[in-house]
């Protein structure tokens, strides 16, 4: 069974600019986590969707925000970037929502110039 | 104060040697995570555990609810077990969204 995969796998991007950042679960998982990673503040949730509905967010600007499809593929976009936004962006599935083992996806990494 | 702490922050050992990383927490949980991150970012999972003890190969967890409280121990490292292990805790009412601890960086040397 293929394992979550993210693309893309390194992006840069101007302060202002939007991005978008896809992650899709390992097959049948429909539960699906997004995590941002910095060195100053660590591993930090930023939030879970499944059966497309965001069922948990961290503490994020609304410049984060998400979506899943029906296939359970999930997107990630920030607007208005910020050099603080630089980080390794990290989603994560799982079978379903609670108690469940989570996969993590090789990751994300953003920087802002 | 943290809600997940983790001890020690780095950890240098020689191969063979015995290994103990240790996490506290200070909220309610419904399971505590152990995860494996190697430079470049992929992190693994190795243990989810809401009670107990789990083995899997030369790597142990253990959870103490009571004293809120857990340990990861790797007998006999070898340089391929060096990484960063970073404890990660679920709240009783958070669903699957996880807390984490800053990690441990660990150098195991040949």
């Known amino acids: 069974k293929a394992g979550v995969t993210q693309t893309p796998r390194y992006l840069i991007k101007t302060r202002g600019q939007q991005v978008t950042l896809s992650c899709s679960p390992i097959?049948?998982?429909?539960?699906v986590s997004w995590y941002q990673q910095t060195p100053g503040q660590g591993l930090q949730f930023l939030f879970e969707?499944?059966?497309?509905?965001?069922?948990n967010k961290g503490n994020f600007p609304g410049r984060f925000s998400g979506r899943q499809f029906s296939n359970s593929r999930s997107e990630m976009n920030v607007s208005t970037l910020e050099l603080g936004d630089s980080a390794l962006y990290l989603c994560?599935?799982?079978?379903?929502?609670?108690?469940?083992?989570?996969?993590f996806g090789p990751g994300t990494r953003l920087t802002v110039t | 104060k943290n809600e997940v702490e983790q001890s020690p922050q780095n950890l240098t050992a020689q191969e063979g040697e015995f290994i103990t990383i240790n996490c506290s927490y200070s909220?309610?949980?419904?399971?505590l995570h152990w995860l494996q991150q190697h430079p470049g970012g992929g992190i693994v999972s190795l243990f989810m555990?809401?009670?107990g003890k789990k083995k899997h190969g030369r790597l142990i967890a253990t959870i103490n609810i009571q004293e809120k409280h857990s340990s990861l121990h790797i007998t006999a490292s070898h340089p391929r077990d060096s990484a960063v292990y970073i404890c990660?805790?679920?709240?009783?009412?958070?669903?699957?969204?996880?807390?984490f601890g800053e990690g441990t960086q660990l150098t195991v040397n040949p």
């Open positions: 555990l809401s009670s």
């Open positions: 994560a599935s799982s079978l379903s929502t609670g108690l469940r083992e989570q996969y």
């Open positions: 969707y499944f059966s497309e509905t965001q069922r």
């Open positions: 909220v309610g949980i419904s399971a």
């Open positions: 990660a805790v679920r709240g009783e009412t958070s669903g699957s969204r996880l807390t």
């Open positions: 097959s049948g998982h429909r539960s």
